[in-house]
């Protein structure tokens, strides 16, 4: 089975601190994605990466950075937390998408709490 | 990539068949359709793609009409289990981006 694995399930930052949040999948994927999700408005994408050290931003990237140093592992920065980061953290994988497409996989989410 | 439009919610009762139809006015060509559930506290998963015609698997069927500007998910005999968030999503097939919208809240009652 695929895995992708977040690393905190809960975390709570201060104001201000700079925030790790990692994603690690054990497919060999080479599309990962960060997204944040919020009451009413659904998942919305933040980074995407199609490659090792490849970054795209998707449609709300303000305030975030990220980093894919190996294929692995996509890593959400958030430089200066602030509460309106206040969130549920969603990261997926999925292999290339081809002729046909394919599907993502999830990891469970990482709920940040910014105070 | 093209916008969806689905309803908000949608309330059902254990037993009957759940239709969520999503728009996709401005489809392209090397678009497919492809719909993911998401149950409180876990992340999305996949169920069901499609390109055109109709689609089934253990889970849902997809109707796509021959214009591809919707497509119609559907639950068969629901139940209290099948209460989550539905998400359409249209896309190329060789796209890198992958979006979201609001989904759609499906939720089943006794």
């Known amino acids: 089975d695929v895995k992708v694995t977040q690393s905190s399930r809960y975390l709570v930052k201060r104001t201000g601190e700079k925030v790790f949040l990692e994603c690690v999948q054990d497919?060999?994927?080479?599309?990962m994605f960060w997204y944040r999700q919020d009451p009413g408005l659904g998942l919305r994408l933040i980074y995407f990466?199609?490659?090792?050290?490849?970054?795209e931003k998707g449609d709300i990237p303000e305030g975030y950075s990220v980093s894919r140093e190996k294929k692995e592992r996509f890593s959400l920065i958030l430089e200066s937390a602030s509460t309106n980061q206040t969130s549920m953290y969603l990261c997926?994988?999925?292999?290339?998408?081809?002729?046909?497409?394919?599907?993502?996989?999830f990891g469970q989410g990482t709920r940040l709490t910014v105070v | 990539l093209a916008k969806t439009t689905q309803p908000i919610s949608m309330d059902s009762y254990e037993g009957q068949e759940v239709n969520i139809t999503c728009s996709h006015n401005?489809?392209?060509?090397?678009?497919?359709i492809t719909w993911y559930q998401q149950f409180p506290s876990q992340g999305p998963r996949f169920i069901i793609q499609g390109y055109k015609t109709k689609v089934t698997n253990e889970v849902a069927s997809l109707f796509i009409p021959a214009d591809r500007k919707s497509s119609t998910l559907s639950l068969p005999r629901v139940s209290l289990s099948d209460t989550a968030v539905y998400y359409c999503l249209v896309g190329a097939f060789n796209d890198y981006k992958l979006s979201f919208g609001a989904g759609t809240t499906v939720t089943v009652r006794a």
């Open positions: 990466s199609y490659d090792v050290k490849m970054k």
């Open positions: 401005n489809i392209a060509t090397n678009d497919y």
């Open positions: 497919m060999d994927h080479e599309n």
């Open positions: 997926a994988s999925r292999t290339t998408p081809g002729e046909r497409g394919t599907e993502a996989f």
